[in-house]
């Protein structure tokens, strides 16, 4: 396979005249991807009359195609050596536009599971959508966060237009065209594939027939089918963005359905064997019209009764919980849903029917129906109707049994099941972090790159020889770091500083602001000289707010401006540095995380469902300073309390804390109440509004997520931390038990399970 690749490459880059022609980059992506289509040819080809199991999700963070296509064939090492003989670097993959059509953590699995299915051998492919616009671009203007839109479909040659599989879907009486993109998802024994759906209008549309007022005004003058697949997350601030973004969840999942029943037809088999050849894991509540729409098939399209309809979508659903939020459950109104899914709504109406007969008996039925003072609750549908329904770490599967889905859960506890997360370590390891997959290949071989478990075995390799051998290899990727930050951003960052990590979304849950309170804590005690031997640190953020999140937006602007006051003074600014570094995205993270030294994992324990971050940086070998929540726990668990910062209050004192007054702390804590008091027209400027949310409230309770109260024992973790990094053997035995530990972490185990727990698709 490496010489067909080889071979192909090198005939490609023939065509390539010239190293400063417009546009090299991209062309040299294109050969790339063209030559791995190349051996693609020669693989085994899917079958789609094979059973399989489908994931639908509004999200997919994929990266670039093409590197992770390299990864999953084994074939990096020979593209950088092909494209080297030619005189061209493999620097201009990180320099091309990521397919950016997710947010975050959700989005990311679906891709770490789509990777990892395609290298254990299992049928799964992925359903979305083709937005034409991803997540915006970040850029920091003023400290602020500014947003641009991204502009990715050039930048990914590896996408097929299959127009003949197109299929229509009907919003009452108008009809839309739902044209699919296939992308391979490939390893040496199977491809596998992401469709994802491009809607576009088939006449010109006319949505008045059931968009009224508000609705059709705001489509008016634009292309109603362009917007359908134009945005992620359009804004829900207004009747006319829920419109759409439920008219999105609709048109991909109807269209995904329509074109599994294409396939299922070609099988000739009978439709009460649909369990048998399609197995649908929805991610989180947004795909979940889904139910209603195959209830909605089978009984119109298939006359099959509604009973046996409910019992194979039983069969054929599971759904995946990926948050605790109660905001974050997805609801419709019943007059807005019944507007834009008129033909859909009477199966919600059956459904909740069909709830209240047979389980009249129970007491809680108020609390679990579907349909609740008009409006139409998903994730109510979604576990009632699904055979399995899971979280995605310990902590997070026990506490939806205990408060998210307590009632369900009393009803029904076969149904309920824990699949811890994992990440496709292909990607994360052995593409990211070239030495360190080195360093593992020297000790114990290669066979871990398709076992990850294997790496477990590292541990043992803690002579000084080896430790130092790991230092010096994250000393490297910290300069690389620090270069790739100076030709990209023009940020300078020291690699002698301890690189303190925080790389996540912006959400006030997840506490960033502790984060950079922390830091001007330890501003506080320079100025006071009660900082004493403390090593130099760089504390490193990246993450997107949500546009409309204003706290989040005040959280950003807060870490530049701390940026500022500690780069203006001379000082401070040899014992620390904050830097944002703009724009965080799959590409970013391979840059960022192989170069940590400490990651931060900050969430209020019981709110952060899992993190998939924390995993990828203890796999490259960074210690966690963290809460006892989400996955947390079980990194600390296979790597010792002793190689981690463990601080805070945990889930079960949270949950048993009767009331919290952060006040009580302000006004007794002189260390909490300086720091505080800088977000009041302090140095940095003025943060009011967060200062307000800490002590008084805004429309949630004062410091709800309790930054205060666990401010003390953050500190004290950072104070060890920073003591134990002064002892480089010391640390690098940590940086070694953690690796070692993140060997548990794989998805390849993870989509194992999801298929023995839960899919139980044959034998390949
Ligand atoms: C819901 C309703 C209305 C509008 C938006 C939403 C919405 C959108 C996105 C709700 C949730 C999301 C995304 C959630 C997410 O990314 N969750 C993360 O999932 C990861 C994978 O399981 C976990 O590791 C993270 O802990 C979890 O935060």
């Given at each position: 396979m490496k010489e067909l690749f080889a071979n192909s490459l090198n005939a490609k880059l023939e065509?390539?005249?010239?190293?400063?022609?417009?546009n090299i980059k991209r062309r040299l992506n294109r050969a790339v991807a063209a030559a791995l289509l190349d051996v693609l040819c020669t693989l085994p080809q899917r079958k789609l009359t094979e059973q399989k199991a489908a994931y639908f999700s509004a999200?997919?963070?994929?990266?670039s195609f093409v590197t992770g296509s390299l990864a999953n064939l084994g074939l990096e090492d020979i593209c950088a050596e092909v494209l080297k003989r030619k005189g061209y670097s493999t620097d201009f993959f990180s320099e091309l536009a990521d397919p950016a059509l997710g947010n975050g953590g959700l989005g990311r699995l679906a891709s770490c599971l789509l990777d990892s299915a395609a290298a254990v051998n299992l049928p799964l492919d992925g359903y979305g959508i083709r937005y034409k616009y991803g997540i915006f671009k970040q850029s920091i203007k003023d400290n602020e966060q500014t947003e641009t839109v991204d502009l990715w479909q050039e930048d990914c040659p590896f996408e097929k237009e299959n127009r003949d599989e197109t299929v229509r879907v009907c919003f009452g009486d108008c009809t839309v065209l739902a044209v699919p993109f296939d992308l391979p998802i490939a390893s040496k024994t199977r491809i596998n594939r992401l469709r994802l759906w491009q809607c576009e209008a088939e006449n010109p549309v006319d949505f008045s027939a059931f968009c009224s007022g508000d609705i059709c005004a705001a489509f008016k003058d634009k292309n109603l089918a362009e917007c359908i697949s134009g945005f992620l997350y359009p804004p829900d601030n207004t009747e006319s963005g829920k419109a759409l973004r439920l008219m999105q969840q609709y048109f991909f999942t109807a269209a995904s359905l329509a074109s599994i029943l294409n396939d299922f037809k070609k099988t000739g088999r009978s439709i009460s064997d649909l369990a048998e050849f399609i197995k649908i894991q929805l991610n989180d509540t947004h795909p979940t019209v889904a139910i209603p729409e195959l209830l909605r098939l089978l009984t119109e399209d298939y006359g099959m009764d509604f009973d046996d309809a409910l019992t194979l979508c039983g069969e054929i659903f599971s759904y995946t919980n990926h948050t605790v939020m109660a905001e974050a459950l997805e609801c419709w109104s019943v007059s807005l849903f019944s507007k834009v899914l008129p033909n859909v709504y009477p199966y919600i109406v059956m459904l909740n029917n069909h709830m209240k007969n047979s389980l009249k008996a129970h007491t809680q039925l108020k609390e679990i129906l579907i349909i609740k003072n008009h409006t139409i609750h998903m994730a109510n549908m979604a576990v009632y109707v699904s055979h399995k329904v899971n979280g995605v770490a310990k902590i997070h599967s026990e506490i939806i049994k205990a408060s998210v889905f307590d009632s369900f859960y009393s009803l029904t506890p076969q149904k309920f099941l824990n699949v811890t997360n994992g990440i496709a370590h292909r990607r994360w390891l052995c593409l990211a972090n070239k030495g360190l997959e080195q360093f593992a290949n020297k000790r114990i071989g290669t066979e871990w790159r398709d076992d990850l478990p294997q790496l477990s075995k590292i541990k043992q390799f803690n002579s000084p020889a080896d430790l130092e051998e790991l230092l010096k290899i994250k000393y490297e990727n910290k300069r690389a770091l620090s270069n790739y930050l100076k030709s990209s951003f023009n940020l300078s960052l020291d690699p002698d500083f301890m690189f303190s990590v925080q790389i996540k979304r912006i959400h006030e849950y997840k506490r960033q602001l502790l984060n950079i309170l922390g830091v001007l804590g330890l501003y506080l005690d320079l100025k006071n000289n009660e900082l004493k031997d403390f090593h130099p640190t760089a504390f490193i953020f990246s993450g997107k707010a949500a546009p409309g999140y204003y706290n989040a937006k005040q959280i950003i602007k807060l870490i530049n401006s701390v940026a500022e006051l500690i780069e203006k003074d001379q000082t401070a600014k040899k014992y620390f540095k904050v830097l944002f570094i703009p724009d965080y995205n799959v590409k970013n993270a391979m840059k960022i995380i192989p170069a940590a030294d400490l990651s931060e994992?900050?969430?209020?324990?019981?709110?952060?469902?899992?993190?998939t971050g924390n995993m990828k940086l203890a796999l490259n070998g960074a210690p966690t300073i963290g809460t006892l929540d989400g996955a947390n726990i079980e990194i600390v668990d296979y790597a010792?309390?002793?190689n981690n910062y463990i601080f805070g209050a945990k889930s079960e004192e949270l949950e048993a804390l009767k009331s919290y007054d952060p006040m009580d702390i302000y006004y007794t804590n002189d260390r909490i109440s300086r720091v505080v008091d800088l977000l009041k027209q302090g140095p940095c400027g003025d943060f009011t509004a967060l200062f307000n949310s800490l002590l008084f409230g805004d429309y949630n309770p004062a410091d709800r997520y309790k930054v205060l109260l666990d401010y003390p024992s953050y500190m004290s973790a950072r104070k060890r931390a920073n003591e134990d990094y002064k002892s480089p053997a010391l640390y690098a035995e940590k940086m070694l038990m953690n690796i070692a530990a993140a060997s548990h972490f794989s998805a390849d185990s993870t989509v194992k399970n999801y298929n023995e727990k839960i899919w139980k698709l044959g034998s390949f």
């Open positions: 065509k390539i005249s010239g190293k400063s022609s417009k999200e997919f963070l994929p990266g994992q900050l969430s209020t324990a019981g709110t952060e469902a899992s993190g010792g309390m002793e």
